[in-house]
């Protein structure tokens, strides 16, 4: 298991407590460098939306609980936020949360000359996505997809 992976399988352990005791959601944990800077971010969300005094309570949870386990050897800035309005689908719960629901999908590669779609999703496995769109059903694999979230028109 990579450095990320553990960071990000320990700061999860750690933030699960935190976020059932708020009956929040835990959406996705991640260790990632932007520039020259490291970011632990979690993103946690509820029924109704997350507000800014929800994160805030998290945030200084977690940050206690970080001190005080301190096993990130790099300096790092830690983050609690929404996942927001275009959140990827990662996990079993958003798949499920998102049925019959229109997704957009962008795929790595061109197929059929096109790297974007739109359709409902009708049904997933462990390794595909299955749409409707007008034209029909279509079957992508996970591997080839390089973004999936739920559209939103505005």
């Not at 005094?53 to 970080?66: G, H, I």
């Not at 009708?122 to 080839?144: A, L």
């Amino acid at each position: 298991m990579s450095k990320k992976e553990v960071y990000e399988q320990k700061a999860e352990a750690l933030l699960l407590p935190i976020i059932e005791a708020n009956n929040f959601e835990l959406v996705d944990v991640e260790y990632v460098k932007e520039g020259s800077n490291w970011y632990l971010r979690a993103y946690i969300d509820k029924e109704g939306g997350i507000s800014v005094d929800d994160c805030e309570v998290v945030s200084r949870a977690f940050s206690d609980k970080l001190d005080e386990e301190d096993f990130i050897d790099d300096a790092y800035i830690m983050e609690v936020s929404s996942p927001g309005l275009g959140r990827p689908l990662k996990k079993e719960k958003d798949y499920k949360r998102s049925m019959g629901k229109e997704l957009e999908i962008r795929t790595y590669r061109a197929i059929n000359r096109e790297k974007e779609f739109y359709g409902i999703l009708k049904s997933y496995d462990e390794n595909s996505v299955t749409i409707e769109n007008e034209d029909g059903e279509q079957t992508f694999q996970k591997s080839d997809i390089a973004l999936i979230r739920l559209a939103f028109d505005f």
